[in-house]
C-alpha cells in the first residue's frame, strides 16, 4: 500500500506541502522524488516540468533550477494544477460497502479488482465503481482517474480501504497515513515460519527483533532495476524507507504460516516484499513468492496442493482504524478472511 500526500495548505486546495525527507544527493530534483508520496501520483517527469515552470516554491519563492539545494526537513510547496475533469466512466459493479457518510466510504475491497484506472486497465475498477455509487461526490483531489483516492491496495489483495468524498475528508486522511496514525493490520500466509530462533533471519540485513515476538523489518524500496513493475530492496538512503512488523499467529509443520502484518510505512508491495527479503514469501505471490514448493508429506496432499496451486497472493487488509477527518471520532473496522483464504488456511490446519 503507499503513503498519501501531505496535508495541503490551509489558503489553496492547489498546494501540496512536501517535508524534504533524509536521503542522498539532495538536489531538489532528486530530494523531491524521493519525498513527495506515492499517493501525489507525481512522476519525476513531472516534477521536472513543475520545477521548470516555477511551480515548486521554497520559501515562498520559485525554484527553478533543479540542481538547487535542499536539506533534510526542509518544506517544499508544489502549485499543482486543479484536479481535470474526470472522464472515467462510471460503471455500475457491486461494491462491498464498510461504512459510508458524507464525508467518506470504507469498502471491502475483492481480489482481482484494481483500485483506479491505468494502462490496460482503464475499467472495472474500484474508481468507476465508486463513480457509479457515489456519483459526483468524490474528493477531486487525486486528479484524474483518481477521485477521492487517499490509500491503495494491490490489484489481488482483498480487504478494507478508505476513499474521501470530500476535498476536506482527503485532506484529513492524507495526514494521518502521512503521520502514520491509521491502524492497518493485513493477515498473510507465507513459506514456512518464520522465528527469532532462525540464524538466517537473525542474519538478515534489515531485520531485527522486538519483545512479544514481533520481527521488524526496515530498508528502502525502490522499483526494481530491470523490471519496472516491481519492487526491490534498497539500502545506503536509496529509495523510500519501509518499515513493517511481522507476527507469527499459526504455523503449519514449519512449512507455512499465518502472520499478522502492520505497516508503519505503506509503500508498493511493501508487505509481500519485505516477507520475500526476510524469506518468507507470500503463498501465491507468482511476482515476488519464489519457486518454493509445500511438502505433502508434511501437510498433507490437499494442503500442499492448495497452498501450491493459489492463485493470488494470499494477502488480505483485515483491519483499519482511523479518526473520522471531520468529526473526529475513531472508527475501527474488521475484516474477515476472504473465502479462498479461509479455505486454505482450514486445510493447513487439517493437514498438520
Known amino acids: 500500500m503507499a503513503d498519501p500526500f501531505d496535508e495541503p495548505s490551509d489558503d489553496a486546495d492547489g498546494v501540496l506541502a512536501v517535508t524534504i525527507s533524509e536521503g542522498p544527493a539532495d538536489r531538489i530534483d532528486k530530494a523531491l522524488a524521493r519525498s513527495v508520496p506515492e499517493e501525489a501520483a507525481l512522476s519525476r517527469t ?27 526537513g526542509d518544506t517544499v510547496l508544489l502549485m499543482l494544477d486543479p484536479p481535470v475533469s474526470v472522464e472515467t466512466l462510471a460503471e455500475d459493479i457491486p ?10 466510504i470504507v469498502i471491502d475491497k475483492p481480489a482481482g479488482m484494481v483500485v483506479h484506472p491505468a494502462p490496460g486497465t482503464p475499467s472495472g475498477t474500484l474508481v468507476n465503481a465508486l463513480l457509479a455509487h457515489c456519483g459526483d461526490t468524490l474528493s477531486g483531489i487525486g486528479g484524474e482517474r ?17 476513499v ?13 497515513f502521512e503521520a502514520h496514525s491509521v491502524n492497518r493490520r493485513y493477515l498473510a500466509l507465507v513459506h514456512a515460519v518464520p522465528s527469532a530462533n532462525d540464524p538466517r533471519l537473525r542474519g538478515t540485513k534489515g531485520v531485527s527483533f522486538e519483545s ?14 530491470t523490471d519496472r513493475q516491481r519492487q526491490a530492496v534498497v539500502w545506503d538512503g536509496a529509495g523510500r524507507h519501509a518499515i513493517t512488523r511481522v507476527r507469527v499467529l499459526e504455523g503449519f509443520g514449519g512449512q507455512a504460516a499465518l502472520v499478522e502484518c502492520w505497516l508503519e510505512t505503506g509503500r508498493t508491495h511493501q508487505i509481500r516484499v519485505h516477507m520475500a527479503h526476510a524469506g518468507h514469501g507470500l503463498l501465491g505471490d507468482q511476482t515476488y513468492g519464489g519457486k518454493r514448493r509445500l511438502s505433502s508429506k508434511v501437510v498433507g496432499d490437499a494442503a500442499a496442493a492448495s497452498g501450491n496451486d493459489f492463485p493470488r497472493q494470499a494477502l488480505h487488509a483485515a483491519t483499519l482504524g482511523f479518526d473520522h477527518p471531520v468529526t473526529g471520532e475513531r472508527l475501527e473496522f474488521a475484516s474477515p478472511l476472504p473465502q479462498d483464504m479461509a ?10
Do not use: N, W, Y
Not at 513531472?46 to 533534510?72: F, H, W
Not at 483518481?146 to 478508505?162: C, E, F, M, N, S
Open 212 to 225: 512479544g515476538g514481533i520481527i521488524r523489518i526496515a530498508t528502502g524500496l525502490a522499483r526494481h532495476k
Open 146 to 162: 483518481r477521485p477521492g483516492i487517499v490509500h491503495r491496495i494491490d490489484k489481488d489483495t482483498t480487504g478494507l480501504l478508505v
Open 46 to 72: 513531472r516534477l521536472m516540468r513543475m520545477i521548470a515552470d516555477g511551480a515548486v516554491l521554497i520559501g515562498g519563492q520559485p525554484v527553478t533550477d533543479p540542481k538547487t539545494r535542499v536539506e533534510a
Open 95 to 104: 461494491l462491498t460497502v464498510v461504512f459510508e457518510d458524507d464525508e467518506l
Open 343 to 352: 479455505s486454505l488456511l482450514d486445510v493447513l490446519q487439517r493437514g498438520v
Open 164 to 176: 474521501a468524498k470530500s476535498d476536506r475528508a482527503h485532506h484529513g486522511l492524507a495526514a494521518q
